[in-house]
C-alpha cells in the first residue's frame, strides 16, 4: 500500500513539474510541508531552473522529480534545523552573509552602471572599419532556388510551369528529386564562389557557371553530376569589402570591453571624488630611516638575518652615506661567518671593493675573499665597527 501511495505521489509530482498554467511561478499545489514552510509547484520548478542543464537531466522523468524533491527538503531540514540552532546569529554565518551581499550588490552594480550604460561612439566604429578592411573581405555570394529532375525533359516542363507563372517554391516543392531542397521550396542559402553542393550534384564548375546568370532569371536546363536543374538567382553579391552596415555590430562587439574599461576608469574616479576618498601616504609609504637610526639597529639586533636587512637598507637609501662600506662589508661578513653562505658573500664583498675602492675595510675584504671557507678571520664585528 505504501508503494503503491509513493508511486501515485511521485506522479503527481511529475505531473505537476511538466504541467504549465497551474498559478504564478512562486505558487501552485503544495508537494510537501516542512514544519511551517509549504514547498509548491512553482518553488521546486524554479530551483529546478537554477540547476545548469547537464545537472537537470538527472532529474527528468517521475523518479527523477521525485529525487529532487528530496534534495530540496533536505536542504529545508537543514536550514530549519541551523534557525532553531540560532546559527543566523553567529558572527561567521553574519560575516559570509556580508560578503555574499556585498559580491552580489558588485557585482549587479557594475552590470547595470557600468556595462549597460557603456556605449562605442559611431566614429570610433567608422575608424576601426577604415583601418581594418582586410578584416572585413568577402567572396563573391550567390543564393539560388533550384528544381532538379532526372532527366532533360523534366525539367524543361518543371520551367514550363515556371514560365506560365507558377510560385517558383511551389514548384520545386511538388516536383523537384532533391530531398536536400525541396522541402524548402528549392532553396539554396549563400554560397562563396568555388564553393560545391554536392549533395544536389552541383560541383564548384557547376556553381560557378551560375555567376554569370542574372538575378531573377529562370535558367534553361543545366546538367550536373546527379539530373537536370532549373535556377532562379536570389541574390548575387560581388567580391569586395562588406558594407559598414553589415558589419557595425560586429565591430561594436569587439570594441566593447575596451569602451567598457575605459567608462569604468572614468566613473571609478568621479565615485572616489563623490566619496571623498583620501590615502594616507604616511603609513603606506613610511618616511625612510635615517643612516644613523639603521646603522644602530643593526648594532643592535643580535639576529644575523634582521641585522643584514637593516645593513642592506642603509646602503640601499644611503649608497654614499658616511657607514655605506661599513655596511655593505658587514652584508659580506654575516653571509660568510654567520650564514656560511660563501657565494653569497663573495658577492657582497666584491660589490664592497667596486663601489668603495678607497674605504679602510678595502683589506679586509680582500683578505677575507682569499681565505673564505678557511679558518675564520681573527677579529670580530665590534673590531671592524669601532675601526681596531
Not at 13 to 30: E, K, V, Y
Not at 216 to 242: A, F, K, M, Y
Amino acid at each position: 500500500m505504501k508503494k503503491i501511495t509513493l508511486l501515485c505521489a511521485i506522479a503527481l509530482l511529475a505531473s505537476a513539474l511538466l504541467t504549465t498554467g497551474c498559478g504564478d511561478s512562486g505558487g501552485g499545489r503544495i508537494v510537501a510541508r516542512v514544519g511551517g514552510k509549504n514547498i509548491t509547484e512553482g518553488e521546486l520548478r524554479e530551483k529546478l531552473a537554477e540547476l545548469p542543464p547537464f545537472t537537470r537531466q538527472q532529474f527528468s522523468g517521475p523518479e527523477g522529480m521525485a529525487e529532487f524533491l528530496d534534495r530540496v527538503i533536505e536542504e529545508e531540514v537543514l536550514f530549519q534545523a541551523a534557525q532553531r540552532a540560532g546559527y543566523d546569529s553567529k558572527p561567521e554565518v553574519r560575516d559570509m552573509v556580508e560578503a555574499v551581499t556585498r559580491r552580489a550588490m558588485i557585482q549587479t552594480y557594475y552590470r547595470d552602471e557600468i556595462e549597460a550604460r557603456t556605449t562605442v561612439a559611431e566614429e570610433d566604429i567608422v575608424a576601426y572599419y577604415d583601418e581594418h578592411p582586410e578584416q572585413f573581405q568577402q567572396r563573391a555570394q550567390i543564393k539560388f532556388r533550384h528544381i532538379m529532375r532526372g532527366t532533360r525533359q523534366g525539367a524543361e516542363a518543371a520551367r514550363q510551369r515556371l514560365l506560365s507563372g507558377e510560385d517558383f517554391a511551389s514548384v520545386a516543392r511538388d516536383v523537384s528529386e532533391d530531398s536536400a531542397t525541396s522541402e524548402a521550396g528549392g532553396l539554396v542559402r549563400k554560397l562563396n564562389r568555388g564553393d560545391a553542393l554536392m549533395t544536389s550534384g552541383m560541383s564548384a564548375v557547376f556553381i560557378e557557371s551560375l555567376f554569370d546568370g542574372e538575378v531573377g532569371e529562370i535558367s534553361q536546363p543545366l546538367r550536373s553530376d546527379r539530373g537536370w536543374h532549373i535556377v532562379r538567382i536570389e541574390e548575387l553579391t560581388p567580391e569586395g569589402t562588406r558594407p559598414i552596415e553589415d558589419v557595425r555590430d560586429i565591430i561594436e562587439q569587439s570594441l566593447m570591453p575596451a569602451a567598457t574599461r575605459e567608462y569604468y576608469t572614468e566613473q571609478l574616479e568621479l565615485l572616489k571624488d563623490q566619496l571623498n576618498t583620501t590615502i594616507n601616504e604616511d603609513v603606506l609609504r613610511p618616511k625612510a630611516r635615517s643612516e644613523e637610526e639603521l646603522f644602530t639597529l643593526a648594532q643592535e639586533t643580535e639576529d644575523p638575518i634582521e641585522r643584514m636587512a637593516y645593513y642592506s637598507e642603509l646602503v640601499y637609501n644611503y649608497p654614499e652615506g658616511e657607514h655605506a662600506d661599513e655596511a655593505q662589508f658587514m652584508i659580506g661578513f654575516i653571509q660568510a661567518e654567520e650564514l656560511g653562505n660563501h657565494d653569497a658573500a663573495r658577492n657582497a664583498l666584491n660589490r664592497m671593493l667596486e663601489r668603495y675602492p678607497e674605504s679602510e675595510l678595502a683589506d679586509s675584504a680582500e683578505w677575507m675573499l682569499e681565505n673564505m671557507g678557511n679558518e675564520a678571520p681573527p677579529f670580530e664585528e665590534s673590531d671592524i665597527l669601532s675601526g681596531d
